[in-house]
């Protein structure tokens, strides 16, 4: 299915069969911005403007620019990109000249057609940052100042830095992922001059559609098993682990205080459920609410909530203090946000996890782990290993 480059009109529908693999397949790195979600997939090309880095909340700056750009005549203006960890970075978010919007990848019977290999694939150079021994020894640390009474979770993350003498195929990457999990959340987006955000994340920050939000918390995990029987197994150990269903729980009752004061009515069950990517089993609870004031946009809810403790960790200006003192990197756009909103205030933005940052002929993958007073050493650096998978598989590479 051919996609024309010029389309007259701000948002361009495409709703044949084949409709989102043709946007997946039409994706082109530095100028374009893919985002395929559960509900939509969206492809924005060109830009018509930035929102600038500046005082005040990143939220009104948003709606004032979309505001402004809004014709009678004309389709709501979108802007689509990602916001990162640190709350004083400034996010990479575009108004795309053309949006071109197909319905989701999971209804896509194309999508699960082979990609091809791309001749001379990379031989990647893998270096673990930190090495697991001192990821564990950070660990340990955590956990003693829990169980001190400093602080109650954080969450530590790890990289690896992977290296090549070509540059990799972005456009075969972001296929690969969305083949992997076409029902999850796969993006490829600019996150600064020459850096391209992609990756495939399990979790929903946050949704706004016609008033009504929807969140859906992810905390408690464990690595998928090839058989069958452990794979089971290893779900109801899951759902009964006292160590991860505490880790969910202080994450969810986090959502639930940050969207209450938003809403009419916020709906929060008492138990989570499990949700399962290719390489992860997760604890799932969707908190779902309705609006009290109509002018509330997805964006200003997904920064009340951000950083949940699920990707940093609580009191989170403790956390942010010992993840600072503990990771020898910089988080960038990971464990941020990405996504979009429209000038209606509708929109979607996603959890920045299971995912890399290229740049020329290097990768920086992410994993991070959850890390509470029951937590070990070896099953947080085993947990950061097995989320590492899924876009390792993507590269061609392993550990």
Known sequence: ???????????????????????????????????????????????????PHGSGPLSHRVR????????????????VGSVPFAPDAPAALTVPETVHWAPPL???????????????RPDW???????????????????????????????????????????????????RLAQRDPAGYTFAVPSGPGRTLIGASPELLVSRRNGRLTANPLAGSIPRSDDLAEDVRRAVALLESPKDLHE??????????????????????????????????????????????PDTTALELASALHPTPAVCGTPTDVARTVIAESEPFDRGPYTGMVGWQDADGD???????????????????????????????????????????TFLHAVGASL
């Open 1 to 51: 299915m051919s996609l024309s480059l010029h389309e007259p009109t701000t948002t361009v529908p495409l709703v044949s069969p084949g409709a989102a693999t043709a946007l997946l397949e039409a994706y082109r790195p530095a100028t374009d911005r893919f985002l395929a979600t559960p509900h939509r997939t969206l492809l924005g090309r060109g830009t018509t403007t930035e929102i």
């Open 64 to 79: 004032d620019t979309l505001q402004t750009l809004r014709r009678p005549d004309a389709p709501a203006p979108v802007v």
């Open 106 to 120: 999971r209804e896509d019977p194309l999508v699960a057609l082979p990609v091809p290999h791309e001749e001379g």
């Open 125 to 175: 150079r893998v270096r673990e940052v930190p090495a697991p021994e001192r990821y564990g020894e950070a660990v340990a640390a955590a956990v003693a100042r829990m169980r001190a009474g400093e602080f109650d979770k954080v969450v530590l993350a790890r990289t690896l830095e992977l290296t090549s003498r070509r540059e990799p195929d972005l456009m075969a990457m972001l296929r």
């Open 248 to 293: 969910h729980a202080v994450v969810v009752a986090a959502v639930r205080e940050a969207l209450a004061p938003f809403c009419r009515d916020l709906d929060v069950p008492e138990r989570p459920t499990l949700v399962r990517t290719a390489a992860m089993w997760h604890l799932s609870t969707t908190v779902t609410g309705e609006l009290a004031a």
């Open 347 to 389: 929109g979607e933005w996603v959890v920045t996890i299971r995912c890399a940052e290229a740049e020329g002929r290097s990768l920086r993958l992410f994993a991070g782990a959850g890390v509470v007073a029951a937590s070990t050493p070896e099953a947080e650096t085993a947990e950061t290993a097995a989320k590492f998978r």
